[in-house]
């Protein structure tokens, strides 16, 4: 299976700034990956897919770049909203779809 | 707006089995890949299983081992997961979601919890 590492596991920040969020493939995945916010007892959010596309919906604040095998997630002028934990998911190989350990964004 | 709700969790001995079900509305149900993933407690997220539209195609997690089933049916746009020879380590919040366009996770139900213990 295709191994998915996010750094840093989890991320200190304060109101208003930006952070980036870092999700390494142990292959080539070209630019199929999607990013997930996750709040405490609720459903994971889709924030991006293809690496870069902003999901219907999802504030202008959080993009999303890179390809091949590695891919980073921005949030700019970070929101009382935005402490949550944060995950990558890889969708090149259908068959065994994987997700990074999650970053957990906190104040 | 796509409504996902899933039913069936609960407690259950090592070795138990247990049917997970997911209801669905406000989507083409019939048209849409269906998707189990899980979460274990203070865990990250892990892909179960998915099945295709007419519920021909089935796939599976390699780690599941073969102990679960996935199911649908059309006419009550409904996904379940037979999970049997539960573990401890089955133990997890369970979410049925749809795919986007391609094996992104769209759409997610609030979850169902598995807790199997002694």
């Known amino acids: 299976d295709i191994q998915m590492t996010q750094s840093p596991s989890t991320l200190s920040a304060s109101l208003g700034d930006t952070v980036t969020i870092t999700c390494r493939a142990s292959q080539d995945i070209d630019v199929w990956v999607a990013w997930y916010q996750q709040k405490p007892g609720k459903a994971p959010k889709l924030l991006i897919y293809?690496?870069?596309r902003l999901e219907t919906g999802v504030p202008s604040r959080f993009s999303g770049s890179g390809s091949g095998t590695r891919f980073i997630l921005t949030i700019n002028s970070l929101q009382p909203d935005d402490f949550a934990t944060y995950y990558c998911?890889?969708?090149?190989?259908?068959?065994?779809?994987?997700f990074g350990e999650g970053t957990k964004v906190e104040i | 707006e796509v409504q996902l709700a899933e039913s069936g969790g609960g407690l259950v001995r090592p070795g138990g089995s247990l049917r997970l079900s997911c209801v669905t509305s406000?989507?083409?149900?019939?048209?849409?890949?269906m998707n189990w993933v899980r979460q274990a407690p203070g865990k990250g997220l892990e892909w179960v299983s998915s099945i295709s539209e007419s519920g021909q195609k089935k796939y599976y997690a390699t780690s599941m081992g073969g102990r679960f089933a996935i199911s649908r049916d059309n006419a009550k746009n409904s996904v379940y997961l037979q999970m049997n020879s539960l573990r401890v380590e089955d133990t997890a919040v369970y979410f049925c979601?749809?795919?986007?366009?391609?094996?992104?996770?769209?759409?997610w139900g609030q979850g169902t919890l598995v807790i199997v213990s002694s």
């Open positions: 998911q890889q969708y090149n190989n259908y068959l065994a779809l994987t």
């Open positions: 293809r690496a870069s």
């Open positions: 406000g989507l083409n149900f019939s048209n849409t890949e």
């Open positions: 979601a749809t795919f986007g366009r391609l094996e992104y996770f769209q759409s």
